[in-house]
Structures are given as structure tokens and as C-alpha cells.
């Protein structure tokens, strides 16, 4: 799997490509893990990519959202392919997930709340 | 009717070098996306079982993957050699909604049209699963 980074207004973003399995999901957390290092904690998830998701993959998100909380952090996802939403709802985890349609969607909803913590 | 025999080395990488031989071979036999994508998680999700909890990824031993595929079902065997895996099928609970594990075999019974775990010759698990082609699908081939 492909994993590439920027950052748009103080969000980081991955875009992940090719294969979510136990392999790969344990690189995406080692990625992750460094933008923690780094204290960042506002994380969005391009799925467009991703062609395939296992339990494993799903495993490693949910790790990742479990670091994330514990950081007082937020974790977004958006651009599922159909099979893989279908994937995350027979697992009940489209519950757990923040999943928006589309990166900007999801990027908006970022602004969106540091504006209301303003207020 | 077309039979093939998959061996693979307990590794992480493995569960890749399996994916990319079943995508071909899927490919070859022209299996409708919606079908491969419901083979390939099912697969994937046993030989994962198999890797981590059959082998503990213990490099020595080995993964077998066996394809039946003909005009109207895929049957995949999954082969493993470790122990006490028809007893942790038998034990497990489903998995809890901030679980990191323990959702693969429910994955398994959702694609698969049948699925069966038995004990095998060697003392380890098979997962049996069978998948039926129908010909009426309209979806498109990958």
C-alpha cells in the first residue's frame, strides 16, 4: 500500500492506495504513530484508493481511532469505495468512523468545529 | 473445471503474494468483480486466520490454499497445520465494536454462500468455503 501525506490547514491528510490488510494496516500506524510524535492529532483518511479492506485493515483503523481519542484528537475518513462502505457497515464500524463522502466534506467539518471552539 | 494448488510461506507478505495469485487466476476465469471481491475478502480473512492465530506467523510452516473453480461455484480450501483451531472457532465471540480483532470469521460467513472449519490430517484447521456463480449477474468483470 502507498501511503502519501500533506497537511491542509492544520489537518493531516493520507491518502492511501492499493491494499488495507494486516501488513499495510501495521505500516499506516507506523505512520500515524509519527504524526502523534509530532502532536497531530487532526487526521483525515483519503480512501479513494483503496481497493481492498480486510479485518486486519479495519483493525488497524480502529487502533488508530483509539489513539486518536485517547489524544483528544479526531480522525475523518472519506472517498469509500462502495464495496468498501459495505465492508464497514456489515461491521456495524460505519457507527465508529467519522465517514464523509468526499476529502473536502470532511476537511470542512475540521473548520467547522475549530470555528465553534472559538466561540 | 480448473483445480489449483496455492502453498505460501507464514509471513506478513505473504497474505499479498496470495492476493496477487488469486486476482490473476480470478482474472483468468473471469469472475465478476462483486463475486471476486467477495472471494478475495473471504480468502484473505481465513489465510489471515491461519497466518496469526494457526501459525502464530511461524515462518516454518506453511499455508495452503486450494481453488476449485468451475461454470457454477468457486470452492476455496485454506489449510493450515497449527493446533486447537476448530476449538478457538468453536470459543470465539463476536467481536465488540471498539475490537481491534475477531471480525474475520463473521466476514467469512457474510461472502461465502457456505463455509465449513475442520479439523485436517495434519491437526490444523480448514476453512471450506464455497461461493456460487450466478450467471444471471449483470456486473461487470475485473
Known amino acids: 500500500m502507498e501511503i502519501s501525506m500533506r497537511e491542509v490547514d492544520n489537518v493531516a ?3 492511501l492506495a492499493g491494499r488495507l490488510d494486516l501488513a499495510s494496516g501495521a505500516t499506516m500506524k507506523q505512520e ?13 483518511l483519503n480512501l479513494s484508493k483503496v481497493d481492498f479492506i480486510n479485518s486486519s485493515g479495519l483493525g488497524a483503523l480502529v487502533s488508530v481511532m483509539k489513539e486518536i ?51 | 473445471m480448473a483445480n489449483y494448488t496455492l502453498k505460501y510461506v507464514t509471513a506478513l507478505e505473504s497474505e499479498h503474494l496470495m492476493l496477487d495469485e488469486l486476482t490473476a487466476i480470478l482474472k483468468k476465469h473471469q469472475v465478476k468483480e462483486r463475486l471476486a471481491q467477495a472471494v478475495m475478502l473471504a480468502v484473505s ?7 496469526v492465530h494457526g501459525h502464530k506467523l511461524d515462518s ?7 481453488l476449485i473453480i ?3 461455484e468457486i470452492h476455496a480450501d485454506i489449510l493450515d ?3 486447537d483451531g476448530l476449538d478457538k472457532i468453536a470459543r470465539r465471540l ?24 475442520c479439523s485436517n490430517v495434519s491437526g490444523g484447521l480448514t476453512v471450506s468455503m464455497r461461493f456460487l456463480i450466478d450467471a444471471k449477474s449483470i456486473e461487470k468483470t475485473i
Do not use: C, W
Not at chain 1, 500515524?32 to 483525515?44: G, P
Not at chain 2, 480473512?45 to 497466518?51: D, G, K, M
Open chain 2, 60 to 66: 516454518t510452516k506453511e499455508i495452503i490454499v486450494e
Open chain 1, 32 to 44: 500515524i504513530k509519527k504524526l502523534f510524535e509530532q502532536d497531530t492529532t487532526s487526521i483525515h
Open chain 1, 13 to 15: 491528510v493520507l491518502n
Open chain 2, 45 to 51: 480473512e481465513a489465510f489471515t486466520n491461519a497466518a
Open chain 2, 81 to 83: 497445520n497449527g493446533s
Open chain 1, 69 to 119: 481519542r485517547l489524544q483528544k484528537g479526531r480522525l475523518t475518513l472519506s472517498d469509500l469505495a462502495s464495496y468498501v462502505q459495505e465492508i464497514f457497515d456489515i461491521t456495524q464500524l460505519s457507527h465508529i468512523f467519522e465517514i464523509f463522502g468526499t476529502e473536502e466534506e470532511a476537511l470542512a467539518s475540521f473548520q467547522t468545529m475549530s470555528t465553534n471552539e472559538v466561540k
Open chain 2, 94 to 117: 463476536p467481536a465488540k465494536s471498539m475490537a481491534e480483532h475477531g471480525r474475520g470469521v463473521d466476514l467469512i460467513k457474510h461472502y461465502a454462500d457456505e463455509v465449513e472449519f
Open chain 2, 70 to 72: 468451475n461454470d457454477t
